[in-house]
């Protein structure tokens, strides 16, 4: 009995080493849980011969590999997760969205798709009203532009994706930031003092004369110093979390 069940455990071990069974992100398992995950129990583990359990299926049920997640939207749900602690893929999902991604290309004036089928005609409206800009994302785009599917749009330019690893990131999490608001999703309880003293040093440096547009307020600086604040002490890659702060806003402040 005790060789038969070490058996069948090697056999589930191989097959999910073969056919990449669980689905993981930058080397983490999506449900965050140990297998056997959630509430799957050993026997039934043993019994479907299936590492992943039932709510990951069904989370993520569209996404057959991580191959197959442009690398754009995967750095975005990575980002998501680890600085504002928000499941982005999972976003998507549960409120059937997709995302598409637009380069923008400053030297020619237009945007070009990175990531997303079907849009073509949103890309047309798009490149008529060319708008200079380094990111962006745009939330509800159906709500702006004469485009029927669900969806939001993420912008990132040319210049941005030129920089090095580190700061790409932090302009993606200022987006983040700018879509937890947009969205209603901003349900940050906890803003650490040294967030709000780093956040209102930046916000005196920022365009603050173009709030209304520019969406920089007193409460968007709290949440991305917070944002910065969690993305350096896991990655370390500046110096402090002042810098990192001023490296997601780098376009955006005047010293």
């Known amino acids: 009995m005790v060789q038969s069940i070490r058996s069948r455990l090697n056999k589930i071990v ?42 990951c299926v069904n989370k993520y049920k569209n996404i057959s590999n991580q191959s197959k997640i442009n690398p754009i939207l995967k750095r975005i749900n990575f980002l998501s997760k680890l600085a504002l602690r928000f499941d982005y893929l999972n976003y998507l999902e549960e409120n059937k969205k997709k995302l598409i991604i637009f380069q923008i290309n400053l030297l020619h004036n237009n945007y070009s798709i990175i990531h997303g089928d079907n849009s073509e005609n949103l890309i047309e409206q798009a490149n008529t009203n060319f708008v200079v800009s380094q990111a962006g994302y745009l939330y509800n785009i159906c709500s702006r532009l004469k485009f029927s599917e669900n969806a939001d749009l993420f912008l990132i330019s040319d210049n941005v994706l030129k920089s090095n690893s580190n700061e790409i ?3 993606i999490i200022h987006e983040l930031v700018h879509f937890l608001i947009d969205s209603g999703n901003s349900n940050f309880k906890n803003i650490s003092e040294e967030a709000k003293e780093i956040g209102n040093n930046i916000y005196n440096l920022t365009d603050s004369f173009n709030e209304i547009e520019s969406k920089h307020t007193i409460e968007y600086c709290h949440i991305l110093s917070q944002a910065c604040i969690n993305y350096n002490a896991k990655t370390q890659k500046f110096s402090d979390s002042e810098i990192t702060l001023k490296s997601s806003m780098r376009f955006d402040i005047f010293e």
């Open 169 to 171: 990131d932090t302009i």
């Open 14 to 55: 191989r097959d999910n080493i073969s056919n990449k069974i669980h689905i993981s992100i930058d080397d983490e398992i999506v449900c965050g849980q140990k297998r056997p995950c959630h509430e799957n129990s050993l026997k039934e583990w043993l019994t479907k011969g299936d590492l992943r359990c039932q709510k």
